[in-house]
């Protein structure tokens, strides 16, 4: 399946504004949070920027930044929009988006123009059609992460390309550009590939412990393939993945076992998944970051098959992939 269109991609422009001019971040109050803490967070670092109290019907942040970096509001708690923090001033319209400052108005105008070859794309009525919108869709992306790979813009549009690069592709690239490399999600994402690379198809597994309990304690249990599920309760693909694990366990469950490992999520709402979706093999709850660390992974589900010798025979596959991996090796 193709890349999804990024209708929210961030555009770029010269900001032209004096360091010394401040910023004013406008955000319009709500009756749900009234009283509640609103942060700006540096998007590329995860450092908290700025703080203020919501209150009545506009909320005003007030500073000074070096220069523009890519943001993201925080409120009472939960993921606000995302924008450009740059010195100006910075309004949100009704469907959260940025306005009134020199980015995030490019930013707008950008997303109208990936907004239109959407819509175009959606109106296509052959494969031919949808191949050729699609290549004018990743031409216009590139040229835009090109002409703004210098700037937060430029950031924000190659994270979202990176993650279909092959990792000398990704490395290749950053080397070229001193400002990507001074990015934290790109080392990230530099560091988790070489991760996943080293944990793929041929290589052994890598354990971990979770309060007591490790994976070593599942492989070739019973001198049986592991089917690891790492999942989260609010990730819609892991949970439509789950029916296909019962069919794929119910015709081999005299090869096969399967274990799930909670992931980015929190135990109550794996616990009541757990039971909602009628899980009946062991769950490791509460793992986090650890194997995702561990395996390089960006995405959920991510789904692997490990041989009674401990040797990964297949990774991130899903559905009929998935499937034919499994009977392959059971084979």
Known sequence: ????????????????????DPYKVQVPGTADLEGAMLYIINYDN??????V?????????EGTIDEPIPA???MDGKRGPSFILENGSISFDKQGKAFGSPLNDV????????????????SCTSEAEKEAVYAQYEKYLKEKMDENIDNPVGLMIFMQTAYG????????????????????????LIEMNRRKAATG????????????KKLSDYVGKDGKYLLVDFWASWCGPCRREIPGIKELLAANSDKLNVLGVAVWDKVADTEKA??????????ILDAQQIPTDIYGISGIPCIMLIAPDGTIVSRDKQGADLKADVEKALK
């Open 46 to 51: 995860g450092e908290y920027v700025d703080s």
């Open 201 to 212: 198809v041929g290589a052994k597994y890598t354990d971990f412990d979770i309060n007591g």
């Open 165 to 188: 690069m092959a990792p000398e592709e990704l490395e290749a690239y950053v080397a070229k550009v001193p400002s990507l490399q001074k990015s934290q999600r790109v080392s990230q």
């Open 72 to 74: 993201r509001l925080i």
């Open 1 to 20: 399946m193709k890349k999804l269109f990024m209708i929210a991609a961030l555009g770029a422009a010269a900001c032209g504004m004096n360091a010394a």
């Open 53 to 61: 109290l919501c209150e009545g019907e506009m909320t005003v942040f």
């Open 274 to 283: 757990i039971k909602d979706l009628d899980i009946t093999w062991p769950v």
């Open 107 to 122: 930013n707008r105008e950008l997303n109208d123009s990936l907004a239109a070859i959407g819509r175009k794309y959606n």
